[in-house]
């Protein structure tokens, strides 16, 4: 009847023809009982401060508290939770060098499988020490010279792994709707909530479970300058594709969104505003100095885009997910350096 | 009957001769119940990181995450809102150069109150900016020739205000049990608590709290190594008094226990630990780069003492607070690049 019950995140995840949605409120609820006792449920932080220099109430919703350090666990870990016991047996793959890498690495370890992350060489050692110590073998390649999606789908199949995907599946998606979820039944009605966008997973999520609990709600996505390419698709009608991203917002570096979430977005998205690289180290400043927790650049991109006056009117009430946290010392205080 | 009945927080405190208690905890009942919509219930954060790594369940009480950055507003706060209408009318004064200061100046805000603070003048600018943020008067001084209590004397003598003293009070000691009161409502009984103790303010609420709600919890206090102004007294059996401590911890630079502190803590403190400036530094840099969490160095120093493994052996369930996250972009990279 639809399209959307792919068994394995493997399949091939399509939107329907028939305007069933891939993905609804039910599924991102059912998610949130996979995910209960697993993931943490992140609080949501308050400022006053805050609210006086932007002139609303802004409820934060700190996936940085999340385990691995940001939103994506709670994807990985749902999808990997769909899986067959004989599939978990085979073991997952997944290629990354970012979040999706130590979500995919905990969540196989949770669930007694065994995870290859294909990562880039290059990939900074603290990266490469995290995800292998959530256990996960790691597959390195030339970022120049190899292909990740040709070396993780060769090990797949050869290894009978499952692929997981950083966001294309509705399993996925679902996943990471609970964050959104979470924080809607704390605050109760929300008028805007703005998330950051990348391949447009977390967005997607956020989008399923806060039109459905909230309609009407206005949902505003935030990408980089650099990394506008949703906003170019949202404005061309179809998925178009940018030239590699320059943007110190790592997470949200990429070239095209993903068909599904794109599908997802379109219907949903009031807008999308961009924020620049020094409205994102200014929002990571004033997360430090004045809100006390450790954002990472793609984690500070919703909150840049209040602070830096991208909205307006600004609604009284705006949800505004903080998506990760996870950057080291040296590299924030480079960047704080600038 | 009893000397625990002053009416206002200019009156010089004193313990009874009789073996009741200065402070109960029904005090510190009452003092939530004006501190509710008021102050912040701040979050209690898990990591497993951290569990895995000190090999015991930590809870983690994230007063850096209270309203003016710190612990101190609870006891503040609370403290005012005993005073009369007349007094509040007339004004509060206070001598600090750190986050007392603000905690007295936010506090006289929210109840309309006028708040004088003295402060040296060497104080940093982001300091002073914070505090006069809160709508408070600033009074300087030098600190090499002025003496700030002749000073805060002369002001509220002169003025009629009432001095609000940063721990050496039962309203303050009670205001800052609260935030033990809340972390063992959420806990549950835990086997043993961790408290910065500076003038002790803190450690006095959180014992007085926490000993009548779960009977025969190990109260440990932590003192930097330069600080060891309470671990001296205990061994004495007595109030000592130490050099100016030089320790990066400034929010626990006491040179002597408050009286009244003090002899709550001599009868319901185990221990206290020691942590040194390197330990404090390393326990700032795991709170960062793995609980995305920003604590100023005092703010630490009880986590340090478990990362440096100052307690054994470790029960299993441990709660720590987290006392305060006020801290300059500026001065942490200066300690972290250290």
Redesign the interface.
Known sequence: MTARKTNSPTGRARTTGTGVPAVTLDDVRDAAGRLAGVA?RT?V??S?TLDALVGAEVFLKCE??Q?A?AFKFRGAYHALSRLSPEQLARGVAAYSSGNHAQAVALAARELGSHAVIVMPEDTPQSKLDATAGYGAEIVTYDRYTGDRVAIGGRLAEERGLALIPPYEHPHIIAGQGTAALELIEETGPLDALLTPVGGGGLMAGSATAATALVPGIRMIGVEPEAGDDTLRSLAAGHRVAIPVPRTIADGQAAETPGELTFAINQKLLEAIVLVSDDDIRAAM?LA??R?????EPSGATALAALLARRIAPLPPRIGVIISG?N???DR??GL??H
């Open positions: 943490h609080p932080l308050r006053r940085n508290f385990r350090g400043k430090f100095e809100l006390k927790i450790v954002t946290g950057i080291g010392l924030f205080i704080m350096s």
